[in-house]
């Protein structure tokens, strides 16, 4: 018999085993039945020091500054089965479930719901919108309109802001008709009257479906149901327009919108100019950023986006440049995308010391260049034989940032085509001290630029390392040794080569292909290879 404990805590201990069995100096759910538990037991906090005195505003606190999921859920049961004189309420309930649903750990949200329902605990709504949101994002619309239907069941009145979240849900997740078919009974079956918001919603949805004349019908029906149309819904009804070509539709909606009293905003803009940018009319997209100008609307980061890429489309690398130089001034952090796209244009146009500039200012504007921007730079400098120009920028990188295999490919690349093998050596060191493996392409830079300077045999050395490292050769790979050892005259080496790649076992279609043509094809010596193939196969 437990005499230590009152008999509302022997109940609940159990289940604390089950959770944590590290809270107990023993695991109750591993003890025989058939052994008495012992007189006495304690129960250790999850974590130390436990506050003396515990109230939900300090619990709230604790969970919420957790970073460790468990332990945060540990922290919750523990509080509410063994703190004498504590009790859970909608605040902490809440906290523990807004934790556990951005993290996407619906198993044990769902059972403190079920918990939360049976202790009738007073609740708001927020907690409904939280796990709705987040089911939503995860992929979950079906869980999310189960959660939204269910809110009635804890006493709670729906209403219009947890129906705004689940159809957003439903855009998210692509389920359009089902928006509507909420929309349409919304006010009867769940007892919740639609605002603007909602409409533009539906509105939204009806257009990724691409039925903008429905859209177009919404909102000439709003007005009817008490709601003013917005700028968000005449531009996404634009967008709608804009998405399927037709850009004298959205420039009419683009019109309604001022004739109502509406200024458009950057993002109505944006989509026009996007709009005009797809069917190459870049003229009309640049006369739209200055009357966004003209009316005082600052561009946001999409627009230089939008404008950038075209300007790098139409290959008008000054243009796109000045428009990133803008973009940075204004303390909008391009996408690594997007600057690569800028670097290439301007190397293209013969301006590499202009990117390498760029590059320089991005780092001053403490925007750090990635690897995929560096790649990019380096690639160019290697291209114009201006290798060293291309290491240094690899060394000022380097002193900032973690290089990865393409950057190293690319710079290695670079200094076997020129010829500068001691500095691809270096650069191969440093590779691997980084822990940074070489794969197929940088074993294929090293092998033709060895071949470059007429040291076949050295290829053959660094294929049999290659196999011995686990990296599986491709067609380039023997396709560089062969053609080099049949211009040397070494065919005999060539049966080695051959003879190595079947001794892997990892040979791919492609490289068959090759052995089949430039080996068995040689008529003087194709039987006798052919032959060899079949015996190391076999």
């Known amino acids: 018999m437990l005499r230590s404990f009152p008999s509302h805590r022997r109940a609940k201990l159990t289940t604390a085993a089950l959770l944590h069995p590290m809270t107990t100096t023993r695991s109750l759910?591993?003890?025989?039945?058939?052994?008495?538990?012992?007189?006495?037991?304690?129960?250790?906090?999850?974590?130390?020091?436990?506050?003396?005195?515990?109230?939900?505003?300090?619990?709230?606190?604790?969970?919420?500054?957790?970073?460790?999921?468990?332990?945060?859920?540990?922290?919750?049961?523990y509080a509410g089965k063994y703190?004498?004189?504590?009790?859970?309420?909608?605040?902490?309930?809440?906290?523990?479930?807004?934790?556990?649903?951005?993290a996407r750990c619906f198993g044990p949200l769902e059972d403190l719901l079920l918990e939360l329902h049976k202790a009738k605990i007073k609740c708001g709504e927020n907690l409904f919108i939280t796990v709705i949101r987040n089911y939503g994002l995860a992929g979950k619309p079906d869980l999310a309109f189960k959660t939204f239907i269910r809110i009635q069941d804890f006493n709670v009145q729906r209403s219009v802001r947890s129906l705004n979240t689940l159809l957003n849900g439903f855009v998210q997740n692509k389920r359009y008709d089902l928006v509507h078919d909420v929309?349409?009974?919304?006010?009867?079956?769940?007892?919740?009257?639609?605002?603007?918001?909602?409409?533009?919603?539906?509105?939204?949805?009806l257009c990724k479906k691409n039925d903008i004349e429905g859209a177009t019908k919404v909102l000439d029906e709003m007005p009817a149901m008490g709601m003013i149309p917005n700028v968000?819904?005449?531009?996404?009804?634009?967008?709608?327009?804009?998405?399927?070509?037709?850009?004298?539709?959205?420039?009419?909606?683009?019109?309604?919108?001022?004739d109502r009293g509406w200024l458009p905003d950057a993002t109505t803009y944006t989509i026009l100019m996007d709009g005009y940018c797809k069917q190459g009319r870049l003229v009309d997209a640049i006369k739209l950023m200055d009357d966004m100008d003209g009316n005082g609307v600052e561009p946001n980061d999409v627009t230089y986006g939008v404008m950038i890429e075209a300007f790098c489309k139409e290959k008008?690398?000054?243009?796109?440049?000045?428009?990133?130089?803008?973009?940075?001034?204004?303390?909008?952090?391009?996408?690594?995308?997007?600057?690569?796209?800028v670097i290439d244009v301007l190397c293209e146009d013969g301006k590499v010391e202009e990117a390498c500039d760029l590059w320089k200012r991005m780092l001053a504007k403490n925007c750090t260049p990635d690897n995929a921007i560096t790649s990019t730079l380096i690639h160019w400098l290697c291209k114009e034989g201006k290798v060293w120009e291309a290491r240094k920028l690899f060394g000022?990188?380097?002193?900032?940032?973690?290089?990865?295999?393409?950057?190293?490919?690319?710079?290695?690349?670079?200094?076997?085509?020129?010829?500068?093998?001691?500095?691809?050596g270096r650069l191969w060191d440093d590779m691997m001290e980084k822990g940074c493996k070489p794969n197929a392409f940088t074993y294929n830079m090293l092998i033709k630029g060895i071949s470059k300077i007429g040291n076949a045999k050295e290829g053959i050395r660094i294929l049999e390392e290659m196999l011995d490292k686990g990296c599986t050769p491709n067609k380039s790979t023997y396709a560089l040794l062969i053609e080099e050892l049949c211009a040397k005259g070494m065919e005999g080496e060539v049966d080695k080569v051959v003879s190595m790649a079947m001794a892997s076992g990892r040979i791919d279609r492609d490289s068959w292909k090759l052995f089949l043509d430039k080996v068995i094809g040689n008529l003087d010596r194709g039987t006798d290879a052919l032959n060899g193939l079949l015996v190391e196969n076999s």
């Open 29 to 77: 759910s591993a003890a025989n039945p058939n052994i008495p538990l012992p007189e006495s037991y304690t129960v250790t906090p999850p974590i130390k020091p436990w506050p003396q005195r515990l109230y939900p505003k300090r619990l709230v606190s604790m969970i919420t500054r957790q970073q460790n999921l468990d332990l945060a859920l540990q922290i919750f049961h």
């Open 83 to 102: 703190h004498s004189g504590f009790f859970h309420n909608y605040d902490t309930y809440d906290s523990i479930i807004h934790k556990l649903s951005r």
């Open 183 to 205: 929309f349409r009974n919304c006010r009867s079956k769940y007892g919740v009257v639609p605002n603007v918001f909602t409409c533009n919603i539906l509105i939204k949805a």
């Open 232 to 258: 968000v819904t005449y531009t996404t009804i634009l967008g709608g327009y804009a998405s399927r070509g037709d850009m004298v539709n959205a420039k009419k909606v683009f019109g309604d919108l001022f």
């Open 316 to 341: 008008k690398a000054g243009e796109a440049r000045n428009m990133l130089d803008d973009m940075l001034e204004k303390k909008y952090v391009p996408s690594s995308a997007l600057c690569c796209k």
């Open 396 to 424: 000022e990188f380097e002193r900032g940032s973690i290089p990865s295999l393409l950057t190293y490919n690319t710079l290695i690349a670079g200094m076997c085509e020129r010829g500068e093998l001691s500095e691809a």
